[in-house]
């Protein structure tokens, strides 16, 4: 029993971790009918800066989270101005493929730099502190990523509700058209979306290195997982791709304890293909 | 003679690089209301979406109370004070009455300007008021082509551009929304709309353009044009 608790209890932090990568993709395909292949690579920036800034200026990886959150905006903005603004009204498949490319080029690029060494980050104020929770034991870096997830979802969603700006957002989602003639700045609408999605990602990025290697691969599986997610939730649906997350961590825990660790990712995208056979427009989608 | 708030100076407009409107040129006048007429596929939207910049012309000059607006984006256009509805009317399907209205005066801060503004909607157009929680996708053609114009007008246009309001409407319903429009025009808006009903559009406009296959082929005062053997031969099967 108290096994199945913390492998539960594993399950939902990595799930919430999911989620908060998953959230920025779902928001900007929610807006923008596009899917960003190169979400899983700001990831790998972010986790980069948050190493980088660490070893080399000892600065805490709760502090440069948001370096690596501002750093993951300007870049996704980037992105979206150089690269997105050309496809938008195109073929969906131009989106895609040229961030397929993106993804590539920051891939290789970090190779090129920083080697594929895994690197680990020592020394952190989070480091492997845990604490006890009955027979369950508690890691408090995943434990604060997880409670950093719930907020940032909590303002994300917030945000769209029940501003002006979300407002905006909605009509531009809804018709692009009709929102511009409302007076809306649709261009601005989509940059801020962008960026503000990256935004998100880059936090994610941020705290992972905590307790997680950094290798210029490792962003690939969390977009992989991200993108499941947001097709798993019904694409658009950020509730949706809470609930799949979730789905996602607990699957993978499940499996990796009771099965093999080797066979987690099988159920989790067994999970996957039969979620999308039965039920193609997602858990929340119409 | 005062100066036009609207003109055209031989505009061509398309989609993509491809022109379907060629060299249109046309003025209005403030206060004016100002119909241009013609059959499906003439050009009629084209120009009209020139205006609101949702389409830039490819050559040509258009301009708004004297600034040239050519190259302006339609957020930049409804700022000046142009405010477009759009054919097919476009209402956000799932939001209600109330909230399409609110977007409509999205540029708007002012809670108390907005409420006023919404107060004069409902009252112009009553069944919206009794309709307001309702999502629009629950309205009829007719309410949500009186949505779609009310949501135009919720930005205080100085000139409102209505696309074919009458498609799909029945006949006493495009009667009651002529008259409305009427009315919207003698508050002081100044009114350009497209029409392939070509009778009832000139019967309440002052004056109006024909246009085919992306061409004016006839102007002038309303009467003039209802009046005309070519139009009445073409347009109205008489």
Redesign the interface.
Known sequence: MDTLLQVLLDGMLNGMLYALVAVGLCLIWGVMDVINFAHGEYVMISMYITYWLGFLAHVDPLVSMFAGGLFIFILAALTYRLIIKYTIGKPPLSALLATFGLAMLLKNLCLNRFTPNYRILSDTWLGDRTFQLGAIIVPVPQLVTALLALAVIGLVFFMIRSTRFG??V??TA??K???????????RIYLLIFGIGGATVGIAGGVMPTYLAVHPEVGTMFGLIAFICVAMGGFGSIPGALVAALLVGFVEALAGYYIAPVFKYVAVFGLYLTLVLLRPRGIFGW | MADPILSLVDVHAGYDGVPVVFGVSLEVMPGEMVAVVGANGAGKSTTLRAV???NNPLQGTIRFEGRDISRL???QT??LGI??V?EGR??????SVEENL???A??EKSEAEIRRRLDEMMRLFPVLGERARQTAETLSGGEQQMLAIA??LM?RPRLLMLDEMSLGLMPTLVEKMMETVVAINRSGVTVLLVEQMVQEALEIAHRGYVLQSGRIVQSGPSRELLDSEEIRKAYMGM
Request: net charge positive; proline share 5%; charged share 20%.
């Open positions: 407002w905006a909605q009509a809804m018709d058209e009709a929102a511009e003639l409302m007076g809306i700045n649709t261009e | 609101a910049g949702l984006r339609p957020h409804l700022a405010s477009y759009p476009r209402v956000f399907a799932k939001l609110r977007l409509g999205y540029t949501r135009g930005s």
